[in-house]
């Protein structure tokens, strides 16, 4: 079993930087895929950045240049760095984990707000 905690959310004016975190506990971090997905209110929720087990990362197009994903094995720590931040990137971002090897598993934290906003 494995638990997923968000943590970084908060208030920022356009423009503004917030560097998201998400700590796991159990074992096996370093073969979990990790993404943050978003979901703004009335919207579907939507993948923003994924990291896979060997460190490639991809994107949303909207956030692309923008944002960067990140991991720390060591820590069972996975970072969303997001700069120059929009009113359109307001939503409540969740951690999620999918484990690459057999058996199959999948979970999600919590989720943690992000307001963007003067």
């Known amino acids: 079993q494995v638990q997923l905690v968000e943590s970084g959310g908060g208030l920022v004016q356009p423009g503004g930087s917030l560097r998201l975190s998400c700590a796991a506990s159990?074992?096996?971090?370093?073969?979990?895929?990790m993404d943050w997905y978003r979901q703004a209110p009335g919207e579907t929720r939507e993948l923003v950045a994924r990291?896979?087990?060997?460190?490639?990362?991809d994107y949303a197009d909207s956030v692309k240049g923008r944002f960067t994903i990140s991991k720390d094995n060591a820590k069972n720590t996975v970072y969303l760095q997001m700069n120059s931040l929009k009113p359109e990137d307001t939503a409540v971002y969740y951690c999620?984990?999918?484990?690459?090897?057999?058996?199959?598993?999948?979970?999600w934290g919590q989720g943690t707000q992000v307001t963007v906003s003067s």
């Open positions: 999620h984990g999918k484990r690459a090897a057999l058996p199959l598993r999948d979970y």
């Open positions: 159990g074992s096996g971090f370093n073969i979990y895929v």
């Open positions: 990291i896979t087990v060997g460190g490639s990362t």
